[in-house]
């Protein structure tokens, strides 16, 4: 489930019993995984990678020229608090921090559904590269209107 907040789209992302390291708490690797799963439900499948049943809230992706490859170029993620397993999903919140040139930044906290906490803040920056052209994808004046809406701060100053 997914649905628009404050600033970006709220996601609702299953933790998997596997995720958990031996003291019970959500290993770093799979915080990555819950990072990816979130932009997936917000920005939808990148193109040509897999059928988009569900429409993405944030239509970005869809956009995109046939064959672009959607790459990641940095993460950085600040733990604030561990991370427990539950039996229930996560809520990642996805906004956009930036969208120029041909980077797009995406701001993304997770809560823990129990506590209510945030335990995770990040960012994760992507680049649009078309194999056929052998160039990065400059994200145009229209797209950024499209991201527009889905705005919001970034988490690292």
Known sequence: MTRTVGAGVLC???MRWGDMDPYGHVNNVEVVRLLEEAR?????VPVGTGDQVEPPLI???SELPEGTQALISEHRIKYLRALEYRNTPVEV???VVAARGGAL???FEITDV???RACVRAETSLAFFVPATGTVLRISPEQQAV????AGD???R
């Open 12 to 14: 609702r992302v299953p």
């Open 40 to 44: 997936i439900a917000a920005l939808g």
């Open 59 to 61: 239509p970005f992706f």
């Open 93 to 95: 919140r996805v906004w």
């Open 105 to 107: 930044v995406l701001g």
């Open 114 to 116: 129990v506590t209510r």
């Open 147 to 150: 991201l527009a809406p889905y």
């Open 154 to 156: 970034p988490v690292f």
